[in-house]
């Protein structure tokens, strides 16, 4: 196999890792977008990652959303009142991103991941109230929420769903699973006004962001089946969930600081 093949293959494999994850626990799948880039894809400018891997995960999104509805686990007013409300938080938090360096971007980017997993560990055995809605008394909350974690998923340039399923769970108290779909409007939504952003300053390299879109389409379908299984189990996607989180961000701290 040629070189440019190889390459080819791993920018494919990349994306189906990254769509697996989507559809297995939500957003938080974009966590690896960009350190699959950076260090197995080889992308140098960790902007022109963070810009790449936004719009490839918007557009995943979207594919698991759609097996995520067919199996109506998606709380769409819960998605609207986030999404929209985080909307406007992403286009400030990558404006704010862009002006920062790369390199200490991605490290606390990594911090920050450790410190939600912990949280996500606390809180696996809460299974939830599967009956849990967005009304007068939460919408404010959940708005709250949603505009908190838009501006930080611009500022990391991710998807941003590793902070949209816990935040959805806090402030409805709905289940993993709900969460899981729920996010996935959200995802999208913010990783398109990220993208866009990142667009406009020319960091987005088209033809990788396709070859991810290919494989994360085929990933996603199988990460929504997963999802659904594992649901079952009491705790199952919430510690799988805080487990990639945990092995990313090692990782990229240690990236991070050979660098320095």
């Not at 002006?99 to 980017?109: E, H, P, Q, S, T």
């Not at 969460?179 to 390299?205: C, E, H, P």
Request: hydrophobic share 55%.
């Amino acid at each position: 196999m040629s070189d440019p093949l190889l390459h080819t293959g791993l920018e494919i494999f990349s994306g189906m890792l990254v769509g697996f994850t989507l559809g297995l626990i939500g957003g938080g799948g974009s966590i690896l977008a960009v350190p699959l880039m950076v260090y197995l894809v080889g992308v140098s400018n960790p902007h022109v990652a963070i810009g790449t891997s936004a719009l490839a995960v918007a557009i995943n999104a979207l594919v698991g959303l759609a097996q995520h509805a067919r199996a109506h686990t998606v709380k769409w007013r819960c998605a609207a009142i986030f999404a929209s409300c985080g909307v406007a938080g992403a286009f400030v938090g990558a404006a704010v991103g862009k002006a920062v360096d790369g390199k200490r971007l991605l490290l606390c980017f990594a911090i920050l991941m450790i410190g939600v997993g912990i949280l996500m560990l606390r809180g696996r055995r809460n299974q939830g109230c599967p009956g849990a809605s967005c009304n007068r008394d939460n919408a404010a909350k959940v708005a709250g929420f949603g505009l908190g974690t838009g501006v930080l998923s611009g500022f990391f340039g991710i998807g941003g769903g590793f902070l949209i399923v816990p935040g959805l769970i806090a402030s409805t108290g709905m289940p993993i699973l709900n969460a899981v779909g729920t996010s996935l409007v959200a995802v999208a939504a913010f990783g398109l006004s990220t993208a866009a952003s990142y667009m406009m300053s020319g960091y987005i390299d088209w033809q990788l962001a396709a070859l991810f879109i290919v494989g994360g389409a085929v990933g996603s379908v199988a990460g929504t089946r997963t999802a659904r299984s594992m649901a079952r189990s009491t705790g199952s996607l919430t510690t799988f969930f805080a487990g990639v989180i945990f092995c990313v961000a090692i990782y990229m701290i240690w990236q991070s600081l050979r660098s320095l």
